[in-house]
């Protein structure tokens, strides 16, 4: 077949990321809800491109276990956020995801980080930001930061409860 005569192809299929955050508090004596929150959020720039470091794995390049989140971090900083952010405006508790609190939902093409901020967890502060966090601080260009959200201002006490649930998704035109 000669070059005149073939045909090509195209496939047009995009794909994008996105996060979503939902923190739910509870009074903690009468375990109802006394606040939803639900919003998207930023993906930063080093968080997108720890993922192209995930496809690529190139010798020389970061292990991959450095770019796993694996830490929920909350702050008091109302400044949205962006795409060049390195870290919490004002970072003030942080936490170690445990074992069940990240869940890779293949199904919905997402993986889900949550925690549950207990009674005795955290208080004393009125949190306004949360950000997912990357194992590794000693990476050669990138932050630790992979994700950001600042959301209207809670008081976190002994008689509140907080669940935060962190949705990363990645969605084609065919889903």
């Avoid at 005569?5 to 809800?33: F, H, M, P, W």
């Avoid at 993922?51 to 949205?80: H, K």
């Avoid at 002994?158 to 084609?172: D, F, K, N, P």
């Amino acid at each position: 077949m000669s070059n005149s005569q073939k045909k090509e192809t195209r496939c047009d299929n995009s794909a994008a990321l996105s996060g979503r955050v939902v923190i739910t508090l509870y009074d903690a004596q009468k375990a109802t809800v006394k606040r939803r929150m639900e919003s998207s959020n930023l993906i930063v720039g080093d968080g997108v491109e720890a993922l192209l470091y995930l496809i690529a794995q190139n010798s020389g390049d970061p292990s991959a276990s450095s770019f796993a989140v694996t830490s929920l971090r909350l702050g008091t900083g109302t400044t949205p956020p962006t795409d060049a952010d390195k870290s919490l405006e004002s970072e003030i508790y942080a936490v170690n995801f445990g074992v069940g609190e990240k869940l890779v939902v293949p199904a919905n093409r997402e993986v889900i980080f949550s925690h549950t901020l207990g009674t005795a967890e955290g208080n004393g502060y009125q949190y306004a930001e949360a950000g997912l966090v990357m194992r590794d601080a000693a990476l050669p260009t990138f932050s630790k930061l992979f994700a950001r959200y600042v959301h209207p201002p809670y008081a976190k006490t002994i008689g509140v409860q907080a669940v935060y649930e962190w949705h990363v998704s990645i969605r084609t035109s065919s889903n």
